[in-house]
């Protein structure tokens, strides 16, 4: 009689340190997911992702062949549930989901399920990631493929069977297809194994499962060179004061839309103090027994958040800035694992629930001021330009990937807003083409005159532009601000504005021909 109820506790025991934190982060990453304004940089990615045949391959591959397998997986999305906003960002969303049993699986394996729980937790309420969990970027789905492929590559050197060591090839060649900066992770594993007993090296396999993913990323090697560094042009060096910014993102205190607190920089200070502990450790265990299959374990989360850090950050100081929040987003992870170490070792044990509960508590306070909040209010702008525009009115964008997120929201419309929707001069296209120029001439010239005689009334929408350039500022930046400049002098010799609308991120003038 008392077997099934022991029976259910013992599975409740296995499975409920897993399930709990997976169902905190689903119920985290869903909570309000298409309550969010599309943006630029998901505008791309609708366009992108809605393209087909040629055109598909072409703008996949623009970017140097980063997130050329998230496009091409949602591609094949959008086919089968429309290019809604839920269809757009539920991939990332799921990936955020899925992010935590691996964390759990792959910490279990390394330390204990004590500290696979803590970490399992700390991940699922992680700031930066439920929030990048609800774009429609390849962000989410680079860390869950990276994740995949760490656990497939700790079983496979742990003595796993041939078909982990391939599991292991496929996916790190799938996450560094998504996000190409994720091949620094990739790569920290194969260091990590310096940290192994030598007996216990796997030394053929290693260089089979190296030699294989060079060969599968090949194509993408070739994307890359093509491009250079083109399509990270527009990143800016690192301010001091975004370099406190990005520390705090890492540490899970902050995201560009939710303002800094004290709260974020107690969270700062803890977890980089448990940071420097899990380096304690490992210097520990690398000093009693050096080579060990425990110091690998240790050794192989800490290169994962150090070797990708240093690694962007050499590519910042020799090839171009790339030290932004987004592209150090594979880290995070392995922070939460850090913490998860070290929180999990506290002397007396009574400590080890006090650490976690403040750990979760400081992290979860971050969160509600996230959700809801637009990086650029596209949908709030096109809305009030729609309701104000007539017939022959015309549109211009700057910048032109502003066309994308408004060219979402008119096909989002629907035909009664539709009516009277303003002709694209700037690009000059049609709506619901999905027409993707990225960074076309502006509007000067004969090309002005143009517009000036054909549109009675000129809608024009300005996005990414400040004030006049510093002298830190990108050679792009420079360029823009000189076309900006010349547009609106332009405009001012035809027109006179009449009308003026600021949303976040986004100013919309209304341009009356004198």
Same mark, same amino acid.
């Given at each position: ?54 055109? !598909? ?10 997130? /050329? ?125 310096? !940290?192994?007993?030598?007996?216990? %090296?796997?030394?053929?396999? %290693? ?12 194509? !993408? ?20 004061a975004e370099s406190v910014y990005v ?70 100081? %020799? ?8 592209? !150090? ?12 170490? /070290? ?108 517009v000036t005689a054909q549109c009675p009334? %000129? ?37 006179? /504005? ?17």
């Amino acid at each position: 009689m008392d077997r099934a109820p022991g029976r259910v506790g013992a599975v409740i025991r296995r499975v409920g340190p897993v399930l709990l934190p997976t169902a905190l982060a689903a119920a985290l990453v869903l909570h309000g997911l298409g309550a969010r304004s599309l943006w630029v940089d998901e505008g791309t990615t609708f366009t992108t992702s809605t393209q087909h045949g040629r055109l !598909l391959w072409h703008w996949m591959f623009n970017e140097g062949g980063n997130m /050329v397998a998230y496009y091409g997986l949602l591609h094949l999305v959008l086919g089968l549930f429309g290019d809604g906003i839920l269809a757009l960002r539920l991939p990332s969303a799921l990936a955020t989901v899925a992010s935590v049993p691996l964390v759990f699986g792959l910490v279990g394996r390394l330390f204990d399920r004590t500290t696979a729980f803590l970490a399992a937790s700390f991940l699922a309420v992680c700031l930066p990631l439920v929030y990048w969990g609800q774009m429609a970027r390849g962000y989410a789905p680079a860390i869950c493929l990276l994740l995949a492929a760490t656990l497939a590559f700790v079983v496979a050197v742990d003595g796993g069977p041939r078909w982990t060591w391939v599991a292991f090839v496929v996916l790190s060649v799938l996450a560094v297809s998504t996000i190409l900066l994720t091949a620094l992770a990739v790569a920290s594993l194969f260091v990590s194994v310096v !940290l192994l007993p030598r007996p216990d %090296l796997p030394r053929r396999r %290693l260089l089979l499962a190296a030699g294989a993913i060079g060969v599968g990323l090949l194509p !993408l090697a070739v994307a890359v060179s093509a491009a250079g560094s083109y399509p990270i042009r527009w990143v800016p060096p690192l301010t001091s004061a975004e370099s406190v910014y990005v520390w705090r993102f890492l540490t899970g205190g902050a995201v560009i839309t939710v303002p800094l607190t004290s709260t974020s920089t107690l969270l700062l200070v803890l977890t980089l103090a448990a940071w420097v502990g899990a380096l304690g450790l490992l210097a520990l265990e690398l000093r009693r027994g050096a080579r060990s299959r425990r110091s690998w374990a240790l050794g192989l989360v800490v290169l994962s958040l150090v070797g990708p850090l240093g690694g962007i950050y050499l590519l910042s100081v %020799l090839v171009h800035p790339v030290f932004q929040d987004r592209y !150090l987003l594979p880290v995070i992870p392995a922070g939460s694992i850090l913490l998860a170490v /070290v929180v999990a070792r506290f002397r007396p044990a009574w400590l080890v629930p006090v650490g976690a509960v403040l750990v979760i508590g400081l992290r979860s306070l971050q969160l509600p001021s996230s959700y809801g909040v637009p990086v650029e209010d596209w949908s709030g702008a096109a809305a009030w330009t729609l309701a104000r525009t007539s017939s022959g009115d015309c549109i211009a964008f700057f910048q032109n990937a502003g066309y994308s997120p408004f060219d979402f929201t008119v096909s989002s419309a629907g035909p009664a807003r539709s009516r009277n929707l303003p002709r694209p001069v700037l690009p000059a296209t049609t709506w619901a083409s999905h027409h993707l120029v990225l960074d076309p001439p502006t509007l000067a010239g004969p090309a002005l005159a143009t517009v000036t005689a054909q549109c009675p009334t %000129l809608w024009l929408v300005l996005t990414h532009v400040g004030g006049p350039v510093g002298p830190g500022a990108t050679d792009f930046a420079r360029q823009r601000q000189t076309q900006l400049v010349a547009l609106l002098d332009g405009l001012d010799h035809g027109y006179r /504005v009449t009308r003026t609308g600021e949303f976040r991120g986004i100013e919309v003038r209304r341009y009356t021909r004198s």
